[in-house]
């Protein structure tokens, strides 16, 4: 007979922050590890796709390609700067055609005209690229300025027959290489910081980025504090339609709107309603929703009425404490694609996943060490946080309905990565097997200063034949109380060893359709504090949703020792 009991359902919404889920609502998440949410149902999860190579640059005539530093999407080309060994320690154009899947030739680059390489460790200025015109635009903290090499240029006119140049503006010069560049109103926005001296944002004529007629065509911005960077943002207009506007950055003490046009007398600038910032330019990214970015203290967004929300996911309802304990702020990437915000950081508190589970599972997650490489995303359609996520992007660009992605120390390879499941979905990424980890926050407490029960539990689960997923009971010091092995049924279909048209996908499908599994404790769970730990290999077809419990207080103070 169950024993009596009060039935607890954990339906696992987000993964957050909270040390206790007393104080949060029912299903928040330690740990959505390499999983995302389900498009079919509320609250169901599924594997995250693995990324899958799209292009080796070193393979195709950039010899001795190992980093890609910057990148900008233009239809189906990607454009971007890559170290090579054509010209020892400089960074080189290249052109990659996705669609035709070839990379289009770039004539003009010399020693002379390119950039210095960037390191691929450590504090940095993030080089940035734009089109503006009939040209792409490249801020790269390599150049100097020596022999008038201030920013780089592929001139994309001709889209067959596309040049380099480095060059600075005429007839009036940026007196410093930028830290940044924008397109705002067809004008090329340069942000630029002079050693010892004003910083300010130089904009050039329409349409002619390189071209600065008059030399009042700059703006400073009240003080000496550095220009970080800049994107466009589309503001709400009372009176009906949209006034477009340029964010800029200043580190994380300020955050200015520009808006208007030197040329209808209208240029404006504003200071927004907070003292943040970020110090992290590759996370700004435009959705639907404003401008997302990392503040010190987590993600924060910018709305289409300019203002600044709070962390998203603050107070242990999501996830901000691998952000306010980010390393190296400017190695942040970040991507915003179909509604879903993803971000790699060096968290420098992170712990490996899961102490009581098997050594091979934790180590896939970075265990063994404090300091760890971790992806967030954030679903802005449906406000949940997923993750820690292994992928270690390095730089991430939204491309059609997908992402395209370069994996830290993977060398100069693009990737491609998609946000949700498809029938071509992979699990096995950069040659290494995903595993996937979905662990509660520690349950709630009953507040009766008693020892809590449970003998009877289920979680309701789609399987994929041939894997397990084992399920690990852990204290409040992560130590495992019990551990279960849910079995599939069946065998699974191995490519190329069946005869077509009589084969399940993935397996034999009787007995592995969601459904509520039993958990088959061999002892009764006695806890206070408990978390609940599920993981294995990621695959097409599995499924992971609702936890159901029974809770009995045992009416005894909880045991010492």
Not at 194 to 216: C, E, H, K, R, W
Not at 225 to 230: E, G, H, V
Not at 405 to 429: H, L, M, R
Not at 454 to 471: N, Q
Request: glycine content about 10%.
């Amino acid at each position: 007979m169950p024993l009596p009991g009060t039935p607890l359902v954990w339906s696992p919404h987000t993964a957050a922050d909270t040390l206790d889920a007393s104080s949060n609502s029912a299903g928040t998440m330690a740990n959505l590890a390499n999983l995302i949410p389900d498009p079919t149902t509320r609250n169901l999860w599924q594997c995250r796709p693995a990324a899958v190579k799209v292009a080796d640059l070193a393979a195709n005539g950039f010899v001795g390609a190992s980093f890609i530093s910057c990148w900008v999407n233009v239809g189906t080309r990607v454009y971007g700067m890559v170290s090579t060994t054509r010209n020892a320690g400089r960074d080189e154009p290249f052109c990659y055609d996705v669609l035709t899947q070839m990379f289009i030739p770039i004539a003009g680059v010399t020693a002379a005209n390119s950039p210095i390489s960037p390191a691929t460790f450590g504090n940095w200025n993030p080089p940035h690229m734009e089109l503006i015109g009939s040209k792409i635009i490249v801020a790269h903290p390599g150049f100097t300025g020596a022999a008038g090499a201030f920013f780089g240029v592929i001139d994309v006119l001709n889209p067959f027959a596309l040049t380099w140049t480095a060059t600075n503006t005429a007839p009036t010069a940026l007196v410093f290489p930028p830290q940044w560049v924008s397109n705002f109103n067809g004008r090329c926005w340069f942000l630029v910081n002079p050693p010892n001296s004003q910083p300010a944002a130089y904009f050039s004529d329409v349409l002619l980025p390189t071209q600065i007629t008059n030399a009042n065509q700059i703006l400073t911005l009240d003080d000496n504090d550095p220009l970080t960077c800049s994107m466009g943002l589309a503001l709400s207009n009372q009176l009906g339609g949209i006034i477009q506007a340029l964010i800029i950055f200043k580190g994380v003490s300020n955050i200015y709107q520009i808006t208007g046009d030197a040329a209808f007398g209208t240029l404006a600038k504003n200071t927004l309603n907070v003292a943040t910032g970020t110090f992290a330019p590759n996370s700004v990214a435009s959705s639907e929703k404003g401008l997302l970015f990392l503040a010190p203290d987590g993600v924060r967004l910018i709305d289409f009425n300019a203002k600044v929300s709070d962390p998203i996911g603050k107070d242990g309802e999501g996830i901000t404490v691998p952000f306010i304990s980010i390393l190296v702020p400017s190695r942040a990437a970040a991507a915003y694609n179909t509604g879903v915000y993803r971000i790699q950081v060096q968290n420098g508190v992170a712990q490996a996943i899961g102490s009581g589970f098997s050594s091979g599972f934790s180590s896939a997650f970075g265990g063994g060490g404090p300091v760890q490489q971790q992806e967030w995303w954030y679903d802005t359609v449906r406000q949940c946080w997923s993750g820690p996520h292994t992928t270690k992007m390095s730089l991430g660009l939204a491309y059609q309905n997908s992402f395209l992605i370069t994996i830290q120390n993977a060398g100069a390879i693009i990737f491609k990565s998609d946000p949700v499941q498809s029938f071509t979905s992979t699990f096995v990424e950069n040659g290494v097997p995903l595993t996937y980890a979905w662990q509660t926050a520690y349950l709630p407490d009953t507040d009766q200063m008693a020892e809590n029960c449970i003998v009877e539990s289920t979680l309701h689960m789609a399987l994929v034949s041939g894997l397990s997923t084992i399920i690990t009971a852990l204290n409040q010091d992560g130590v495992p109380l019990d551990q279960v092995t849910i079995a599939s049924s069946g065998a699974p279909t191995n490519w190329n060893q069946f005869n077509w048209n009589n084969a399940n996908w993935n397996g034999t499908t009787l007995g592995n359709a969601l459904y509520p599994r039993r958990m088959e404790w061999t002892a009764p769970l006695v806890f206070r504090r408990m978390s609940l730990l599920a993981g294995g290999l990621s695959a097409q077809g599995l499924k992971i949703g609702r936890l159901h419990m029974k809770y009995q207080v045992l009416g005894y103070l909880q045991q010492t020792g």
